[in-house]
């Protein structure tokens, strides 16, 4: 049986924290912000590494295999292309 | 830190000191992520804050690699090797005004993740005799039935933005009715396998229910509304993580769900209060539907067109313009050929700024990403309520490819669809040139009175084509 209480502080605190912090965001970088959010919550990629490394059944791990490539395919196109939008916001001219 | 301190007390030799490694990577991840939205809020931090998330993730995959059950790392590595595969080039290679699209691509295969390994985990239970806590099994539905449901919805999202299907609304009769069915089927299946865990005939259903419900959600959206449905599925796949840190007891996971649910959730709310609507009614109301009749009975008034020389002569002799950029100059790529008019004109002292309205374009900050691209400087692009101010100073509104956002239609037109949405006050510039293809009415089907204004002119025709041609104007007459 998972703690369950303290999970659910975990996930109430985490919801308010991210409410707190998200709502600072420039518009002008809500395109990145969405990009960003989705890339760490690829996150569940632990979970399907564990699946697809235990190899505790055959459905488990294929499953947990297809897994770990469609979250990893977010980690690794996410945070490039969040790097590739940020790098063009530019405060002053840069053209000669 | 205490959690670490016990995880190396209680145990001692390698696994120990995996299982202690494993516990602080997921740890200081955790602090990672909060940081890096905090850095994300000021472009001047935000960068650090990718590499801070960057840093967050590569430590907790290191973190779930080390565990000492894992047996063989030949699969995990074929699933790092495909996804780097499928992730990079799209990254690199790709346009930035496919970045909605790409956007809603990610979702779907998050929430995939996210579906396939809540299903491997049921199965891995020994159902008959040691099915999973009612608790567990009521994190364990939730998880499949968003991950589910956000897969199918994101792929019909990402299909419409590609224009793969039809970007209308496509409605039937009793559309709301059916689909709310089998939502309601869905949850009633996942209340039943949460009360009876061990009912794995019920499990598949739950599935199908799910992911069909997931393709009648996006049906009757329309391209209008896609900021709003982005953001609503961007929460949807957090959510989902999250509910998997539930079943796995997992700390990580819940936070790093609930940042990505928190994120879509805000983005969400702030564009249905850019298009003053509800959540029900983005959902649930097929707006933008072709509108028969009603606006079309009214006499047709003529409008005023004019050509890329004339309009490069007002935008000359200008002081303040301000552009307002819309989704057609996204489908145009125009960005560039903006650029170069922006250059003319801050070369001849004109005050040239960008208007966004929250809603431009297919995503949130959409518009902001496609100048940002063409260099040109943040500071020129305001935010709606901070413009609307200044257009009666303004000698030039140059709309782009933008229609619902500037038709006044919102402020006083109580039979508007469009009725009470927040616009840009383009119809208060003393001049307005409107960039359009032609005059077919806008994605919402409306049209818009501010065409037919008298200060208003219409420049037709492709909008990277008469902005280039704008442009060469202005240079041509500046001596070059």
Redesign the interface.
């Given at each position: 049986m998972p703690d369950l209480s303290s999970d659910i502080y975990v996930f109430l605190l985490a919801a308010f924290l991210g409410l707190e912090v998200i709502k600072r965001v420039s518009p002008l970088l809500h395109t990145p912000l969405m990009s960003l959010t989705n890339s760490i919550s690829a996150i569940s990629v632990i979970a399907a590494i564990e699946l697809a490394g235990t190899q505790r059944s055959t459905l488990s791990t294929v499953l947990g295999t297809l897994a770990v490539a469609a979250a990893f395919t977010n980690i690794v196109g996410g945070f490039m292309i969040t790097d590739r939008m940020l790098k063009m916001f530019k405060k002053r001219e840069v053209r000669p | 830190m205490n959690a670490i301190l016990a995880a190396v007390e209680q145990t001692s030799g390698e696994h120990g000191m995996a299982t202690a490694f494993a516990t602080a990577s997921?740890v200081i991840?955790a602090a990672l992520?909060?940081l890096?939205?905090?850095w994300?809020?000021?472009?001047?931090t935000?960068?650090r804050?990718?590499l801070a998330?960057?840093i967050?993730?590569t430590l907790?995959?290191l973190?779930?690699?080390v565990?000492h059950?894992?047996?063989?790392?030949r699969?995990?590595i074929?699933?790092?090797v495909?996804?780097?595969a499928?992730?990079?080039p799209?990254?690199?290679w790709?346009r930035?005004t496919a970045?909605p699209q790409?956007?809603a691509l990610?979702?779907a295969?998050?929430a995939?993740?996210?579906a396939?390994?809540g299903?491997?985990?049921y199965?891995?239970y020994d159902l008959h005799n040691a099915p999973p806590?009612s608790?567990?099994m009521g994190f364990l539905c939730l998880e499949v039935l968003l991950g589910g449901l956000t897969f199918t919805g994101s792929l019909m999202a990402f299909g419409k933005l590609q224009e793969i299907l039809p970007t209308r609304p496509i409605v039937f009769k009793n559309q709301n009715v059916f689909n709310l069915s089998i939502l309601g089927a869905a949850i009633i299946s996942a209340v039943l396998l949460t009360i009876h865990p061990q009912w794995s005939w019920l499990f598949p259903i739950l599935l199908v229910l799910a992911v069909t419900f997931g393709v009648l959600l996006i049906i009757p959206i329309g391209g209008a509304d896609m900021p709003t449905v982005?953001?609503l599925l961007?929460s949807y796949?957090?959510l989902s993580?999250?509910m998997?840190?539930?079943?796995?007891?997992?700390?990580?996971?819940?936070?790093?769900?609930?940042?990505?649910?928190?994120?879509?959730?805000?983005?969400s709310v702030?564009m249905c209060r850019a298009m003053n609507r509800s959540f029900t009614n983005v959902l649930f109301g097929a707006f933008g539907q072709v509108q028969t009749s009603a606006a079309g009975a009214g006499e047709k008034k003529a409008v005023k067109s004019a050509q890329a020389d004339e309009v490069a002569q007002i935008l000359g002799a200008a002081q303040n313009v301000i552009v307002i950029p819309g989704y057609g100059m996204a489908v145009a790529q125009a960005q560039h050929k903006v650029r170069e008019l922006y250059d003319q004109l801050t070369k001849r002292g004109v005050n040239v700024k960008f208007a966004?309205h929250?809603v431009a374009g297919r995503?949130?900050?959409?518009m902001?990403?496609l100048l940002?691209?063409a260099?040109i400087?943040?500071?020129r692009?305001v935010?709606m309520d901070d413009i609307n101010g200044e257009f009666p100073q303004c000698d030039v509104a140059l709309v782009i490819g933008a229609n619902d956002v500037v038709n006044p239609a919102a402020r006083h037109d109580k039979s508007s669809p469009i009725y009470g949405m927040p616009i840009l006050n383009a119809d208060k510039a003393k001049t307005v040139v409107a960039i359009k293809r032609s005059m077919n009415p806008g994605f919402a089907g409306i049209d818009n009175e501010l065409y037919t204004l008298d200060r208003t002119l219409m420049l037709f025709g492709d909008a990277k084509a008469v902005i280039s041609a704008t442009a060469r104007e202005l240079a041509g007459s500046n001596g070059h």
């Amino acid at each position: 049986m998972p703690d369950l209480s303290s999970d659910i502080y975990v996930f109430l605190l985490a919801a308010f924290l991210g409410l707190e912090v998200i709502k600072r965001v420039s518009p002008l970088l809500h395109t990145p912000l969405m990009s960003l959010t989705n890339s760490i919550s690829a996150i569940s990629v632990i979970a399907a590494i564990e699946l697809a490394g235990t190899q505790r059944s055959t459905l488990s791990t294929v499953l947990g295999t297809l897994a770990v490539a469609a979250a990893f395919t977010n980690i690794v196109g996410g945070f490039m292309i969040t790097d590739r939008m940020l790098k063009m916001f530019k405060k002053r001219e840069v053209r000669p | 830190m205490n959690a670490i301190l016990a995880a190396v007390e209680q145990t001692s030799g390698e696994h120990g000191m995996a299982t202690a490694f494993a516990t602080a990577s997921y740890v200081i991840a955790a602090a990672l992520f909060v940081l890096s939205l905090k850095w994300l809020s000021a472009p001047s931090t935000a960068r650090r804050g990718n590499l801070a998330g960057e840093i967050g993730m590569t430590l907790a995959i290191l973190g779930a690699l080390v565990q000492h059950d894992i047996i063989s790392y030949r699969w995990i590595i074929t699933g790092f090797v495909v996804g780097a595969a499928a992730g990079a080039p799209m990254a690199i290679w790709m346009r930035m005004t496919a970045v909605p699209q790409r956007t809603a691509l990610s979702h779907a295969f998050g929430a995939l993740a996210a579906a396939l390994v809540g299903t491997a985990h049921y199965y891995l239970y020994d159902l008959h005799n040691a099915p999973p806590t009612s608790v567990v099994m009521g994190f364990l539905c939730l998880e499949v039935l968003l991950g589910g449901l956000t897969f199918t919805g994101s792929l019909m999202a990402f299909g419409k933005l590609q224009e793969i299907l039809p970007t209308r609304p496509i409605v039937f009769k009793n559309q709301n009715v059916f689909n709310l069915s089998i939502l309601g089927a869905a949850i009633i299946s996942a209340v039943l396998l949460t009360i009876h865990p061990q009912w794995s005939w019920l499990f598949p259903i739950l599935l199908v229910l799910a992911v069909t419900f997931g393709v009648l959600l996006i049906i009757p959206i329309g391209g209008a509304d896609m900021p709003t449905v982005i953001a609503l599925l961007n929460s949807y796949a957090g959510l989902s993580a999250s509910m998997m840190g539930f079943v796995l007891n997992s700390k990580l996971l819940i936070i790093a769900g609930a940042l990505d649910g928190a994120s879509g959730f805000i983005l969400s709310v702030i564009m249905c209060r850019a298009m003053n609507r509800s959540f029900t009614n983005v959902l649930f109301g097929a707006f933008g539907q072709v509108q028969t009749s009603a606006a079309g009975a009214g006499e047709k008034k003529a409008v005023k067109s004019a050509q890329a020389d004339e309009v490069a002569q007002i935008l000359g002799a200008a002081q303040n313009v301000i552009v307002i950029p819309g989704y057609g100059m996204a489908v145009a790529q125009a960005q560039h050929k903006v650029r170069e008019l922006y250059d003319q004109l801050t070369k001849r002292g004109v005050n040239v700024k960008f208007a966004i309205h929250p809603v431009a374009g297919r995503m949130p900050g959409h518009m902001n990403v496609l100048l940002a691209e063409a260099e040109i400087p943040y500071d020129r692009l305001v935010e709606m309520d901070d413009i609307n101010g200044e257009f009666p100073q303004c000698d030039v509104a140059l709309v782009i490819g933008a229609n619902d956002v500037v038709n006044p239609a919102a402020r006083h037109d109580k039979s508007s669809p469009i009725y009470g949405m927040p616009i840009l006050n383009a119809d208060k510039a003393k001049t307005v040139v409107a960039i359009k293809r032609s005059m077919n009415p806008g994605f919402a089907g409306i049209d818009n009175e501010l065409y037919t204004l008298d200060r208003t002119l219409m420049l037709f025709g492709d909008a990277k084509a008469v902005i280039s041609a704008t442009a060469r104007e202005l240079a041509g007459s500046n001596g070059h």
